[in-house]
């Protein structure tokens, strides 16, 4: 039984994520087609469930509809997590690549036809952090970079588009104030603009999350 501070908490959380509007991209930018956002979308995301838990969960949107399914074997070789569609079908695999001296390298691959998706790069800066991130769009076959600024603990941090300077996603930690008596782990918004790949976003998060638990 939903108690009415929970409930009043509830009502906040819903007009807070009414309010959230993005940009959209001129072109889609994205590799899975099924995944690009048609309207600003808030996605859940919980940290270090994302690193620790070696159970199957499924990451929703604010709407409380499951996205994708993540099975993270804590048991798996280099810690690989297995990402699926929500009817079960295969998207990718999320890893990190051991060959980096200078900088932490994540990989998100489609290991079923041996291609690599996406790459994350994580620099040490004196303050904060940067992450880049590199992929090709499928539906334009153009190059992206999306580089993220600051510290991944901030309140808020921007994923921008490095060719045009637009902001792509959000990460948002007050956005999500009012569901903290949901409980546990801290809960923060991944907010994504129209036109830009959800799943692949989610992915984004996820290595950047692997890199701060292993910090």
Known sequence: MQSSHQHDLGYAFSQAIATVKM?????????FDRYIAKQTETIILK???LSLSGDSFDIKLASGNPLIRVDGNVLSLRGRKKVFDMSGRYLFDIYKEHLHLLHTTYVVEDVEKKVKIMQVRNA???FGSKANATFTSTGTGKPQSLVMGGNWFDTSADIVDES?????????RKLLNAREWLGGQQTYALVVAPGV??????ALCICLDEKNNDS
């Open 23 to 31: 940009n959209p991209m001129p072109e889609p930018i994205g590799v």
């Open 47 to 49: 940290e270090k469930v």
């Open 124 to 126: 040490f800066k004196f």
């Open 164 to 172: 045009s300077g637009a902001v792509v996603a959000r990460i948002d």
């Open 197 to 202: 790949d959800m799943a692949l976003m989610c």
